[in-house]
């Protein structure tokens, strides 16, 4: 039986009795239904002796408002990804943009920065309502994490401005266009530890926007003859990387 996950922002020990906090305990009562006694898992993306891991707990007390788990052991458990993969998701409507964090965090995505274009949404939000989405983002890459079995927590970070991509450098950096001239296979040749990937929101990036990506040594890349939507893109790349370079398929 799959025993249930949660992510814990705090630090954890062995024989620590952990209380959760209410957000955790309305799902534990109301949607798991989980009763006293029952085996749970912990992590908090904190190394342990320099080892990535988790932790089994027993709850020990559950009520409406309450619930305390007993935590027991720590195990080691690594199964990031040896790629470093960085996600530049053009911003998407909420729910594409949604199903692009949580299954690039399924597939070992290690960042993701969503990113203003001129054809994203989310341009009229004030700084509160963009914390507020934000926050929302990194609560969907959080339950995939927890769903998924990692145990490394993927930040969303701050969106930013195409030009800000600059700032963040790797070995490859790739950026998807369905009029690229290169396509996957000519990547086989190559070996990258660290990749950016870059992608377009509906309607795709302007022509000024691939421009620039390719003055700052992004390379055009197509995925084949269809053309594929934002929250489809980014998702066949990785899992091209993924397989090429990394852990897909072992």
Known sequence: MRLSRFFIDEALSPGQSLIFPP??????VNVLRLKKGADVILFNGQLIDEQ??????TLTEISKRNCVALIENFIVK????????????GISRSERMD???????????????????????????????????RLH?????????????????????????VEKIS??????NLLLSPTAQSNVSDLQSIKAKSINIFIGPEGGLSSE?????????????????????????GLVILSILQFLWGDLGI
């Open 23 to 28: 957000h955790l305990v309305n799902y534990i």
């Open 137 to 161: 983002w990194q609560g969907v890459a959080t339950s995939a994490c927890e769903q998924s079995g990692r145990t490394t927590l993927v930040n969303i970070m701050p969106p930013i401005q």
């Open 78 to 89: 690594n199964i990031e990804s040896p790629i470093n993969t960085h996600l530049f998701q």
């Open 52 to 57: 990535n891991g988790e932790f089994t707990a």
């Open 167 to 172: 700032e963040f450098k790797a070995e490859l």
């Open 99 to 133: 199903y692009t964090i949580q299954k690039a965090v399924e597939l070992g995505i290690s960042c993701i920065t969503p990113v203003f274009t001129q054809r994203s949404n989310l341009r009229k939000l004030n700084d509160k309502q963009l914390q507020k989405k």
């Open 209 to 233: 926007e691939i421009d620039w990506a390719v003055n700052q040594d992004f390379q055009e890349i197509k995925l084949g003859n269809r053309v594929l939507r934002t929250e489809t893109a």
